[in-house]
């Protein structure tokens, strides 16, 4: 995981003035810092603390408190898996196998090495109609199977090297 540089820090410093210093709006600038760097570097809290003048703690609370919030870099592609009971009766753990085969990633190392896939295994997205479902991003992904999982991937892949 390479570091943030000082220009990053500079994304920091710009984003924490849209929302005035305000200890108030902790959590959308901690959301707008995790969508630029796809995660919240933890010099970027550090340096939030300092400039609103709370302790780190406070910062990192908040940070490891919310679930949307992550320490570690994600892929551009985020892949969740749902493995609530729907999905999980109707065969959600041989998606996350395949996913984690394809992938070369695993229930504690989620992320490629290339940074290009996250695969999470969720609780519910609340589409048990749709059983098992896949969420890449934005994009819904129903009644999936393992091979078609890895056909999904396939074609991200794909347009990526276009």
Same mark, same amino acid.
């Given at each position: 995981?390479?570091?943030?540089?000082?220009?990053?820090?500079?994304?920091?410093?710009?984003?924490?003035?849209?929302?005035?210093?305000?200890?108030?709006?902790?959590?959308?600038?901690?959301?707008?810092?995790?969508?630029?760097?796809?995660?919240?570097? &933890? /010099?970027?809290?550090?340096?939030?603390?300092? *400039? @609103? %003048? =709370?302790? #780190?703690?406070?910062?990192?609370?908040?940070?490891?408190?919310?679930?949307?919030?992550?320490?570690?870099?994600?892929?551009?592609?985020?892949?969740?898996?749902?493995?609530?009971?729907?999905?999980?009766?109707?065969?959600? &753990? /041989?998606?996350?196998?395949?996913?984690?085969? *394809? @992938? %070369? =990633?695993? #229930?504690?190392?989620?992320?490629?090495?290339?940074?290009?896939?996250?695969?999470?295994?969720?609780?519910?997205?609340?589409?048990?109609?749709?059983?098992?479902?896949?969420?890449?991003?934005?994009?819904?992904?129903?009644?999936? /199977?393992?091979?078609?999982?890895?056909?999904?991937?396939?074609?991200?892949?794909?347009?990526?090297?276009?």
């Amino acid at each position: 995981m390479a570091a943030v540089t000082d220009e990053e820090m500079a994304v920091v410093d710009t984003i924490l003035e849209k929302y005035g210093l305000s200890e108030s709006k902790l959590i959308p600038i901690l959301a707008e810092i995790q969508e630029h760097f796809r995660y919240v570097p &933890t /010099k970027a809290m550090a340096h939030v603390a300092q *400039k @609103l %003048g =709370v302790p #780190a703690a406070k910062i990192y609370g908040v940070a490891t408190f919310y679930a949307h919030f992550a320490l570690e870099p994600k892929g551009k592609f985020v892949i969740k898996v749902c493995d609530g009971t729907a999905c999980h009766v109707k065969g959600s &753990t /041989k998606i996350i196998d395949a996913l984690y085969e *394809k @992938l %070369g =990633v695993n #229930a504690e190392s989620k992320t490629t090495k290339d940074q290009l896939f996250t695969v999470e295994t969720v609780s519910c997205l609340g589409a048990c109609g749709l059983a098992p479902v896949m969420l890449v991003n934005e994009d819904v992904y129903g009644q999936v /199977k393992a091979d078609k999982a890895a056909e999904i991937v396939d074609s991200i892949i794909e347009a990526e090297k276009a």
